[in-house]
C-alpha cells in the first residue's frame, strides 16, 4: 500500500506504472482480458492480480459491485473509489464507495 498526499490521488492515466507489479509471474490462461481494480482513499491499494473480464461494461459492473461490498463493510468519512485498470494500464473508470 502506498500512501499519496491528503486529497489527492495518482494523475497519471496509467496506474500500471505504479509499484513493481512487473516482479509478480502473470499467467494468462484466458483469452479475456485483465483487469485491475484498485482502491484509493488516501492510499492506493493496488490489485497485483487483477480479473479477466469480458470487456469495459463487465469491468464497470464488477467495480460497482466491489464498491457496493466495501461500502456495506468497511465505514469510512473519507472518500473512497474503486478505480479500474485495463492490461494496458490505463485507468478506464472509476466508481466512488459510498452507502
Do not use: W
Not at 490462461?29 to 493496488?46: A, R
Not at 469480458?54 to 461500502?71: E, F, L, P, T, Y
Not at 485495463?86 to 459510498?98: A, K, M
Amino acid at each position: 500500500m502506498r500512501a499519496l498526499p491528503q486529497g489527492s490521488r495518482p494523475h497519471s492515466t496509467n496506474l500500471r506504472n505504479i509499484g513493481h507489479r512487473s516482479a509478480l509471474p502473470i499467467e494468462r490462461g484466458s483469452d479475456m482480458p485483465k483487469y485491475h481494480f484498485e482502491i484509493i482513499d488516501g492510499y492506493l491499494l493496488e490489485d497485483p492480480v487483477g480479473m479477466d473480464c469480458q470487456n469495459d461494461d463487465q469491468a464497470k459492473v464488477i467495480a460497482h459491485d466491489i464498491a457496493h461490498q466495501i461500502a456495506l463493510d468497511i465505514e469510512s468519512q473519507t472518500p473512497r473509489n474503486v478505480v479500474v485498470i485495463d492490461e494496458d494500464g490505463t485507468e478506464i473508470y472509476q466508481t466512488p464507495i459510498e452507502p
